[in-house]
């Protein structure tokens, strides 16, 4: 039996690209299925049927999801707290599929349809203003889902490829021309900086007393 392609079995991965499979993504984590030999139980998002899928392609034994990687669930999408948050735009850095609609000191908000519930929002979030919650109308995650996640992600890393290219972040000699255009953005008010920053730091120092590095 010939080894199935990367692309064969990134095809059969949920594109949710949450990194619970201890890879950086889907495509990643099938790389590492077909030139590894890693196991084929490690997505919480596809579940039973991916592992499933995964074996009948591979022709390995059909294994349990690894409970060290998850639990399988109904799909759950992420929702911002408007009160809390300050506009750090960390949440929109970090979602693989621009499913975070904002601005720098305006309040965010998450498209749910686009939403795969990858949770990589959650933990650079300074606010701790971002909750996962139920789907509604509750529903199984989709193939056609699968495709159109793929699609945001790419068009994602395209996006950012062109942004770097435009602002001369990776064109030797233009480093000089970034800072010209840094130094003429309008003044922001002092008060509006000092009230960002101590929040910011209030939420990092609670981060810190959950991870036991405060008393």
């Not at 790389?31 to 596809?46: D, L």
């Not at 989709?142 to 945001?152: G, K, P, V």
């Not at 840094?182 to 990092?204: G, I």
Request: overall charge negative.
């Amino acid at each position: 039996m010939a080894t199935p392609s990367v692309q064969a079995v990134d095809d059969l991965l949920p594109q949710t690209q949450c990194t619970r499979c201890g890879y950086p993504g889907c495509l990643p984590y099938a790389q590492a299925i077909v030139e590894e030999g890693a196991p084929i139980n490690r997505c919480p998002p596809g579940g039973e049927a991916t592992i499933r899928a995964l074996s009948t392609l591979m022709g390995v034994p059909v294994l349990s999801l690894d409970p060290t990687c998850g639990a399988e669930g109904p799909l759950a999408v992420a929702c911002i707290d408007e009160a809390r948050c300050i506009g750090c735009t960390l949440c929109i850095q970090a979602c693989p599929v621009d499913a975070i609609l904002g601005a720098v000191r305006r309040m965010h908000d998450v498209l749910p349809a686009l939403c795969t519930g990858c949770e990589l929002c959650l933990a650079p979030c300074p606010m701790d203003c971002i909750v996962m919650v139920a789907a509604e109308p509750p529903r199984p995650w989709t193939r056609e889902d699968t495709l159109a996640a793929r699609a945001r992600m790419h068009a994602r890393t395209a996006r950012l490829e062109r942004e770097a290219r435009e602002e001369g972040l990776r064109v030797p000699g233009q480093a000089g021309r970034r800072s010209e255009a840094l130094d003429e953005l309008p003044e922001v008010e002092f008060a509006d900086v000092a009230r960002r920053t101590s929040l910011v730091e209030q939420a990092m120092e609670r981060a810190r007393r959950k991870l036991g590095l405060l008393r």
